[in-house]
């Protein structure tokens, strides 16, 4: 599956943005869907993602009551839905899929497949 993930742009502090993962090649009904986040001079880290089989959703802590991820209708769209946003959210955002049932979301070994980027720069 190839994944096209678009949506970024600048923003001032306290708007929104949705960010949109399309998949081609397959759909999303059978992966998991995570977002990922780098900052320049940090390490990536895990924003949020949401599980194949129920649709749990998970998120980390600091974007936690800012920011949801949803499917689309179609099964093959993941968006990520930021409010709130702050300067720290400034990032190169990736999406990603996964395969399988017990594996750890918040992990990016767990991430078969990766989308190229999309850039968020929130402005103070």
């Known amino acids: 599956v190839q994944l096209q993930a678009s949506g970024g742009g600048l923003v001032q502090a306290g708007g929104s943005l949705r960010l949109s993962c399309a998949a081609s090649?397959?759909?999303?009904?059978?992966?998991?869907v995570g977002w990922f986040r780098q900052a320049p001079g940090k390490e990536r880290e895990f924003v949020a993602a949401?599980?194949?089989?129920?649709?749990?959703?998970y998120g980390a802590e600091s974007v936690e009551g800012r920011f949801s991820i949803s499917r689309g209708s179609a099964k093959n769209t993941v968006y990520l839905q930021m409010n709130s946003l702050e300067p720290e959210d400034t990032a190169v955002y990736y999406c990603?899929?996964?395969?399988?049932?017990?594996?750890?979301?918040?992990?990016?070994?767990?991430?078969?497949?990766w989308g190229q980027g999309t850039l968020v720069t929130v402005s103070s």
């Open positions: 990603a899929a996964a395969y399988g049932l017990y594996i750890n979301l918040r992990s990016s070994n767990s991430y078969r497949y």
């Open positions: 090649g397959d759909t999303f009904s059978s992966y998991s």
């Open positions: 949401i599980r194949w089989n129920r649709g749990g959703t």
